[in-house]
């Protein structure tokens, strides 16, 4: 376990004695320092131990110093590094701290000027920490505001977005439409510092082609016909908050070299004006749209999907997570009510709320709540009866019989949902999970972390593990093997 009095950190300098010679000098004041010849080294590390602050030298062969700035805050987004540089790569170093550097030395120096920056760097960090683990205590006990949900998959997403909400990197969410990917980002934008700063949504899938740059950046006065008056964009209204940035993958493509170089560089300009201005705003960005595809089709650049995939949320779509339907009816029937306080619906019943639990939900969290709307608007009693549902819903055929909605999927993608459908159902619990599909751990988690690993590898490997052992295969209907899955599709 660290010594909370002796702070772990990690030299890194491809001059192995000189990273040695370094953490020395940070041993002998206090610290629990450790020093590596490379930066591939560096990352096996920062992998297998915590570091609280690393000290990293820039130029350095195979993965340089701000590849490795890179993996150190994708690990752990609030832990501080200071690089070191030469004088004559000050411009790099620069490039390091508009990447997330808290500070940048030029060699030679001495160790106390290091220790004063570490100082600080891990004073701001322990801050920052206590803030959000304020902020989670409080969350636990009142709940994320408009997120319901009891699942062991949406528990976890909402932990991976409370640990990320202080991070300035572009956040992408990604899910079917009308999973809550705003009301995910809401969340987000809401846990973190910035929460009491602005939160300024644009859909561009909703706004016009020719508007849209104005309204992200912009426009001067006389910039085009009609601007009578100049107008700040929707960058400088979301400053130092939160850009959501809906139904990006639509946004067309000129548009997005644009907002490539206003993620890089941190600058906008407004339309017809000759001046940039600095952008604070954070961006976090959602699609229901598969982006790489896109990038296939050539019709979104690959350039900005990579900076935006840096801290990536995918949620899964109701029918993958039906323990959350009884919470969220409950949650909708009381809003619906509070709206409607003359309606005499006061709850749903029996029957209806088994049809309810049966349906697939093909439009999601949004069709389950205009469901509930409907009913206490139409609702003739105290209690939702099957009369009182949509026909898709109350027939109770269409109810029991499979439903197969939406595109044609490949088989890759069969497994990799019954996967991620398997462990929902079983609360989360990986080798429980693994046994029931009779695959090891290591494939399940192969499929869940959607690697591209192609559904012939993974029966390739399926093969060759039936020839090293005898298989086990489990029987039960609603755990079927993954192979068999895609043999009955």
């Given at each position: 376990m660290t010594d909370p009095a002796r702070p772990k950190v990690l030299v890194v300098d491809d001059d192995l004695a000189l990273a040695e010679t370094i953490a020395d000098g940070l041993v002998e004041n206090g610290y629990d320092a450790t020093g590596v010849g490379s930066s591939r080294e560096a990352l096996r590390e920062l992998e297998n131990a915590e570091y609280?602050?690393?000290v990293t030298d820039l130029r350095m062969p195979g993965v340089d110093g701000l590849d490795l700035l890179a993996q150190a805050r994708r690990l752990a987004p609030q832990r501080p590094v200071i690089v070191m540089t030469a004088y004559s790569a000050v411009e790099s170093a620069i490039e390091s701290i508009r990447q997330g550097a808290y500070h940048y030395l030029t060699k030679p120096f001495k160790v106390e000027e290091l220790i004063l920056f570490l100082e600080r760097a891990l004073d701001e960090a322990r801050l920052r920490q206590e803030a959000a683990s304020l902020k989670r205590a409080l969350h636990e006990q009142t709940g994320v505001p408009g997120l319901v949900s009891r699942s062991a998959a949406m528990r976890e997403l909402v932990d991976v977005g409370l640990r990320i909400a202080d991070a300035s990197n572009p956040i992408l969410i990604v899910g079917e439409t009308g999973t809550?990917?705003?009301?995910?980002?809401?969340?987000?934008?809401?846990?973190?510092s910035r929460g009491q700063r602005a939160f300024v949504t644009v859909n561009c899938a909703a706004v016009p082609e020719h508007l849209l740059e104005s309204e992200l950046f912009g426009h001067i006065k006389g910039a085009f016909t009609g601007a009578t008056s100049g107008r700040r964009g929707l960058f400088e209204q979301a400053s130092n908050g939160t850009l959501f940035l809906d139904e990006v993958g639509d946004m067309p493509l000129v548009l997005q070299a644009k907002l490539l170089d206003a993620i890089e560089?941190?600058?906008?300009?407004?339309?017809?004006?000759?001046?940039?201005?600095?952008?604070?705003?954070?961006?976090v960005a959602a699609t229901h749209r598969d982006l790489h595809a896109r990038v296939r089709a050539g019709t979104f650049r690959e350039d900005l999907l990579f900076r935006l995939d840096v801290l990536r949320l995918e949620i899964p779509p109701l029918r993958e997570r039906p323990e959350d339907v009884p919470a969220l009816l409950a949650h909708f029937l009381a809003q619906a009510h509070s709206r409607h306080p003359h309606s005499p619906v006061e709850r749903i019943g029996r029957e209806a709320f088994e049809r309810l639990l049966a349906h697939t939900w093909p439009g999601n969290v949004r069709e389950l709540e205009n469901t509930v709307e409907r009913a206490v608007l139409l609702g003739r009693g105290s209690e939702v009866g099957v009369s009182d549902l949509p026909t898709s819903i109350a027939a109770p055929?269409?109810?029991?019989?499979?439903?197969?909605?939406?595109?044609?999927?490949?088989?890759?993608?069969?497994?990799?949902?019954?996967?991620?459908?398997?462990?929902?159902?079983?609360?989360?619990?990986?080798?429980?999970?693994?046994?029931?599909?009779?695959?090891?751990?290591?494939?399940?988690?192969?499929?869940?972390?959607?690697?591209?690993?192609?559904?012939?590898?993974f029966l390739d490997d399926r093969a060759d593990e039936a020839s090293e052992a005898g298989e086990h295969h489990e029987t039960a209907e609603t755990n079927r093997p993954l192979d068999e899955v895609a043999r009955r599709s």
């Amino acid at each position: 376990m660290t010594d909370p009095a002796r702070p772990k950190v990690l030299v890194v300098d491809d001059d192995l004695a000189l990273a040695e010679t370094i953490a020395d000098g940070l041993v002998e004041n206090g610290y629990d320092a450790t020093g590596v010849g490379s930066s591939r080294e560096a990352l096996r590390e920062l992998e297998n131990a915590e570091y609280e602050a690393v000290v990293t030298d820039l130029r350095m062969p195979g993965v340089d110093g701000l590849d490795l700035l890179a993996q150190a805050r994708r690990l752990a987004p609030q832990r501080p590094v200071i690089v070191m540089t030469a004088y004559s790569a000050v411009e790099s170093a620069i490039e390091s701290i508009r990447q997330g550097a808290y500070h940048y030395l030029t060699k030679p120096f001495k160790v106390e000027e290091l220790i004063l920056f570490l100082e600080r760097a891990l004073d701001e960090a322990r801050l920052r920490q206590e803030a959000a683990s304020l902020k989670r205590a409080l969350h636990e006990q009142t709940g994320v505001p408009g997120l319901v949900s009891r699942s062991a998959a949406m528990r976890e997403l909402v932990d991976v977005g409370l640990r990320i909400a202080d991070a300035s990197n572009p956040i992408l969410i990604v899910g079917e439409t009308g999973t809550g990917k705003g009301v995910l980002a809401r969340a987000i934008h809401a846990a973190a510092s910035r929460g009491q700063r602005a939160f300024v949504t644009v859909n561009c899938a909703a706004v016009p082609e020719h508007l849209l740059e104005s309204e992200l950046f912009g426009h001067i006065k006389g910039a085009f016909t009609g601007a009578t008056s100049g107008r700040r964009g929707l960058f400088e209204q979301a400053s130092n908050g939160t850009l959501f940035l809906d139904e990006v993958g639509d946004m067309p493509l000129v548009l997005q070299a644009k907002l490539l170089d206003a993620i890089e560089r941190g600058v906008i300009r407004a339309v017809g004006s000759d001046r940039e201005r600095p952008a604070s705003a954070r961006i976090v960005a959602a699609t229901h749209r598969d982006l790489h595809a896109r990038v296939r089709a050539g019709t979104f650049r690959e350039d900005l999907l990579f900076r935006l995939d840096v801290l990536r949320l995918e949620i899964p779509p109701l029918r993958e997570r039906p323990e959350d339907v009884p919470a969220l009816l409950a949650h909708f029937l009381a809003q619906a009510h509070s709206r409607h306080p003359h309606s005499p619906v006061e709850r749903i019943g029996r029957e209806a709320f088994e049809r309810l639990l049966a349906h697939t939900w093909p439009g999601n969290v949004r069709e389950l709540e205009n469901t509930v709307e409907r009913a206490v608007l139409l609702g003739r009693g105290s209690e939702v009866g099957v009369s009182d549902l949509p026909t898709s819903i109350a027939a109770p055929d269409a109810a029991r019989a499979p439903r197969f909605e939406g595109p044609v999927l490949s088989l890759e993608e069969l497994c990799r949902r019954y996967a991620r459908w398997a462990i929902a159902q079983l609360g989360g619990r990986k080798m429980l999970t693994a046994e029931k599909l009779d695959i090891d751990r290591k494939t399940l988690a192969r499929l869940l972390a959607d690697d591209g690993k192609t559904l012939a590898r993974f029966l390739d490997d399926r093969a060759d593990e039936a020839s090293e052992a005898g298989e086990h295969h489990e029987t039960a209907e609603t755990n079927r093997p993954l192979d068999e899955v895609a043999r009955r599709s």
